[in-house]
């Protein structure tokens, strides 16, 4: 059975760091794609970064280029979304999603597995 779950979220000061994880149990991390995603209140969701793990290619939505970066721990089977210069903006639940996939998907109705989510906030 495939689980996602996510951790690290939490209150931050604009400007701040987090450093969200998301365990992957149930399937090796081989020919997947994960993504994070992310919901505001009232907003749509958005696609934050994607990983191909068959090649290692990633790409990050325009609004986090330069700040957010994705990695990932084989040995933990754990994708990690490392979060510098949060903005108040940044605020919204994030989502780990995976889908076997050799190639990064963007949409969101294409990944099949789903985490819980984990709460980030931007705040002072």
């Known amino acids: 059975q495939v689980q996602l779950v996510e951790s690290g979220g939490g209150l931050v000061q604009p400007g701040g760091s987090l450093r969200l994880s998301c365990v992957a149990s149930?399937?090796?991390?081989?020919?997947?794609?994960i993504a994070w995603f992310r919901q505001a209140p009232g907003k749509e969701r958005e696609g934050v970064s994607f990983?191909?793990?068959?090649?290692?290619?990633?790409s990050y939505g325009d609004s986090v280029k330069g700040r957010f970066t994705v990695s990932r721990d084989n040995g933990k089977n754990t994708i990690y979304l490392q979060m510098n210069m949060l903005k108040p903006e940044d605020t919204a639940v994030y989502y780990c999603a995976a889908v076997f996939s050799s190639f990064i998907q963007f949409p969101d109705w294409a990944y099949d597995y789903w985490g819980q989510g984990t709460q980030v906030t931007v705040s002072s």
């Open positions: 990983l191909s793990l068959s090649d290692g290619k990633t």
């Open positions: 149930g399937f090796t991390l081989d020919t997947y794609v």
